[in-house]
């Protein structure tokens, strides 16, 4: 029996092998996040009127509820992605689905950095624009599950949450590397240079980012709960049709569990900002910096969180994050609104907290939810269902609420109602924590 189904005691040193799983979860979804906010980001701050130029000087507010659609767009596909992934990922194994979905969000994130305006190719740009879109999205489906089973299943049985919690911290670290690059290149050239070429330069590093994290995965060895179920296995298996069979209700459970953290995390990375500057009036780069250092506090306390769970269980520290965010959803804008640099971080910030909680957990819950031999599957199209109910289309929501409303107030009751609904569904799981993974 490998390490990571054994009872660890509590002086146990880690592992030069855990240490690199750890390592390569975190930086693989570091980066693989920060391409996908890389995006998110420029689509509140300038592909509106870079690849939407008619509609941007027609209409303004339209084109930029149609540059938030774009990031929904690309949520679409992930449930292939995590179909395609989760399939593969349980028959030929986590690390070369981990190394292919990376290279793949890679290559489709540096491409978005070359491409040609609306003034250069015309309405082929846009439709390139969600091509490539559409390639971050298949690569994120994959991505997630095969990063999270690898820490899971690699830990030991009283530390899940917490190694599980590595994966995700990679979400709020790589919005803490794309709203920082944001911040740097915006308060280091003139706001003309970087809407003319100076918005391509985050794409483009992801090609360095993306070697560094091909390094540091092809070093790590295959999950031992997967290698032990190979060995238990006498013949092939059909994990998808046995999934379908058999976890219809864990899927479409950890889809519910995801809707509000997801919404509500999309906001923070795509809304927030947009909202101050453009709706508020608030000088760019404080908001960016303000933005980046409250994502720390995400960081800090989705690690708390995974931490939290092996002490009072994945279920009641979900519980408690969703509580937090729906108390804390309207309440936030008001403070948004004084366009006060301060408030703006403190309502930031509070929020992480709930978002933490609900979202470092989430790792170990969903692997400990699902039998071995669908397991990758099982949480990989859960969570990419979760993303389409949740984040998919939430900014754009949010945009058009204000647009409809014209109060910034009406945003948060719609977070507060996502929190009830996915505070429903996590109640309704049998606490899962310390069960056997190979079972």
């Given at each position: 029996?490998?390490?990571?189904v054994?009872e660890?005691t509590?002086?146990?040193r880690?592992?030069a092998?855990?240490?690199?799983?750890?390592?390569?979860?975190?930086?693989?979804t570091?980066?693989?996040?920060?391409?996908f906010?890389?995006y998110?980001?420029a689509?509140g701050l300038?592909l509106?009127?870079?690849f939407l130029?008619?509609?941007?000087?027609?209409?303004?507010?339209?084109?930029?509820?149609?540059?938030?659609?774009?990031?929904?767009i690309?949520?679409?596909f992930?449930?292939?992605?995590?179909?395609?992934?989760?399939?593969?990922g349980?028959?030929?194994?986590?690390?070369r689905m981990?190394?292919?979905?990376?290279?793949l969000?890679?290559?489709s994130?540096s491409l978005?950095?070359?491409l040609p305006?609306?003034?250069?190719?015309?309405?082929a740009?846009?439709?390139l624009?969600?091509a490539?879109?559409i390639?971050?999205?298949?690569s994120a489906?994959g991505?997630?599950?095969?990063a999270a089973l690898?820490?899971?299943e690699?830990a030991p049985?009283?530390r899940?949450g917490?190694f599980g919690a590595?994966?995700?911290?990679?979400?709020p670290v790589g919005?803490i590397l794309a709203?920082?690059?944001?911040w740097?290149?915006?308060?280091s050239?003139?706001?003309?240079?970087?809407?003319?070429?100076?918005?391509?330069?985050?794409f483009l590093?992801s090609?360095?980012?993306?070697?560094?994290?091909?390094?540091?995965?092809r070093?790590?060895?295959?999950s031992?709960i997967?290698e032990e179920?190979q060995r238990?296995?006498k013949e092939?298996?059909?994990?998808?049709?046995?999934?379908f069979r058999?976890n219809?209700?864990?899927?479409?459970?950890?889809?519910?569990i995801?809707?509000?953290?997801?919404?509500?995390?999309?906001?923070l990375i795509?809304?927030?900002?947009t909202?101050?500057v453009?709706?508020?009036g608030?000088?760019?780069?404080?908001?960016l910096l303000a933005?980046?250092?409250?994502?720390?506090g995400w960081l800090?306390f989705?690690l708390?969180?995974?931490h939290?769970?092996?002490?009072?269980?994945r279920v009641?520290?979900?519980q408690i994050g969703?509580?937090?965010l729906a108390v804390?959803a309207?309440p936030?804008w008001?403070?948004?609104d004084t366009?006060?640099?301060?408030?703006?971080?403190v309502?930031l910030f509070?929020m992480?907290f709930?978002?933490?909680?609900?979202?470092?957990?989430?790792?170990a819950?969903?692997?400990?939810?699902?039998?071995?031999?669908?397991r990758?599957s099982?949480?990989s199209?859960?969570?990419?269902?979760?993303a389409i109910?949740?984040g998919?289309?939430?900014p754009?929501?949010?945009e058009?609420?204000?647009n409809?409303?014209?109060?910034?107030?009406t945003i948060?009751?719609?977070i507060?109602?996502?929190?009830v609904?996915s505070?429903i569904?996590?109640?309704?799981v049998?606490e899962?924590k310390?069960?056997?993974?190979?079972s």
């Amino acid at each position: 029996m490998t390490s990571a189904v054994s009872e660890p005691t509590s002086t146990r040193r880690m592992p030069a092998e855990e240490r690199r799983v750890l390592a390569s979860t975190l930086v693989g979804t570091s980066i693989e996040w920060y391409d996908f906010f890389i995006y998110a980001q420029a689509a509140g701050l300038v592909l509106a009127p870079l690849f939407l130029a008619p509609i941007a000087e027609s209409s303004p507010g339209l084109a930029q509820v149609l540059s938030f659609a774009t990031i929904g767009i690309s949520f679409l596909f992930r449930p292939l992605g995590a179909i395609i992934a989760g399939h593969l990922g349980d028959k030929l194994g986590r690390k070369r689905m981990l190394v292919f979905t990376l290279i793949l969000m890679g290559l489709s994130t540096s491409l978005i950095g070359v491409l040609p305006t609306y003034a250069a190719i015309g309405i082929a740009a846009p439709i390139l624009l969600i091509a490539l879109r559409i390639l971050q999205g298949f690569s994120a489906g994959g991505e997630w599950g095969g990063a999270a089973l690898m820490a899971v299943e690699h830990a030991p049985r009283g530390r899940r949450g917490l190694f599980g919690a590595f994966p995700q911290i990679g979400v709020p670290v790589g919005m803490i590397l794309a709203t920082a690059t944001l911040w740097v290149l915006t308060t280091s050239m003139s706001a003309e240079a970087f809407l003319e070429w100076g918005w391509r330069i985050p794409f483009l590093l992801s090609i360095v980012l993306i070697g560094v994290g091909y390094l540091i995965r092809r070093a790590v060895d295959e999950s031992p709960i997967f290698e032990e179920l190979q060995r238990r296995r006498k013949e092939a298996s059909a994990p998808l049709g046995i999934l379908f069979r058999k976890n219809t209700k864990q899927v479409v459970l950890t889809a519910l569990i995801f809707i509000a953290n997801n919404a509500a995390g999309y906001l923070l990375i795509a809304f927030f900002a947009t909202y101050a500057v453009t709706g508020l009036g608030m000088e760019r780069p404080p908001v960016l910096l303000a933005t980046t250092l409250a994502s720390f506090g995400w960081l800090i306390f989705t690690l708390w969180g995974g931490h939290l769970s092996d002490r009072l269980g994945r279920v009641r520290t979900f519980q408690i994050g969703y509580v937090a965010l729906a108390v804390w959803a309207v309440p936030m804008w008001f403070l948004i609104d004084t366009a006060n640099i301060f408030w703006y971080f403190v309502a930031l910030f509070v929020m992480t907290f709930a978002l933490g909680l609900s979202y470092g957990p989430q790792a170990a819950l969903y692997a400990e939810m699902f039998p071995a031999n669908v397991r990758y599957s099982g949480v990989s199209i859960g969570y990419a269902l979760g993303a389409i109910l949740g984040g998919a289309f939430a900014p754009m929501i949010a945009e058009a609420l204000l647009n409809q409303f014209q109060a910034a107030w009406t945003i948060g009751l719609y977070i507060a109602i996502a929190s009830v609904i996915s505070l429903i569904a996590v109640s309704l799981v049998k606490e899962t924590k310390g069960v056997d993974l190979l079972s």
